[in-house]
């Protein structure tokens, strides 16, 4: 019998099934890495639209107070605006020396503070002005 022969081939470019599976978990690492980061820009990019629309919700609601006479402005009550609660208080105050005295007797000036947030978030505008009386 005769015996054959065989060249050994072996081509330098082919990879070995180690090789494959390194350069896969390598690449898995970098993908899990990539989700990772989407999901914390995703969820902070959220968190800023939440904090935009408590600031707009706020503003409307102080720009309504400041369109009333100041009569009027103790009437104004809280709503909710889309998943957002906006409440308004509105508290007579008196200024002692250079300090600003909570007096709800007083007719003279009032302290307007509107507060708007969403339940679940630590989303939250708030406001504060003070308003004369009208002369």
């Known amino acids: 019998m005769m015996k054959k022969k065989f060249k050994k081939l072996r081509l ?19 993908v899990y890495s990539l989700v990772a980061v989407l999901q914390d820009v995703t969820s902070k990019v ?28 103790s009437s104004l009550t809280n709503y909710t605006r889309g998943s957002f609660y906006v409440n308004i208080t ?6 002692s020396g250079n300090t600003w005295v909570v007096d709800p007797a007083n007719t003279t000036y009032k302290v307007v503070t509107v507060t708007a947030s969403r339940p679940g978030t630590s989303a939250k505008a708030e406001m504060t002005t003070l308003r004369a009386a009208d002369l």
């Open 90 to 95: 509105v508290v007579g105050c008196t200024l």
């Open 46 to 73: 959220g968190f800023s639209e939440d904090i935009a629309d408590a600031n707009f919700y706020a503003q409307e609601m102080m720009e309504k107070a400041m369109s009333k006479d100041f009569v009027a402005v």
């Open 12 to 30: 330098v470019s082919a990879m070995t099934l180690i090789e494959m599976i390194a350069a896969m978990i390598v690449l898995s690492i970098a």
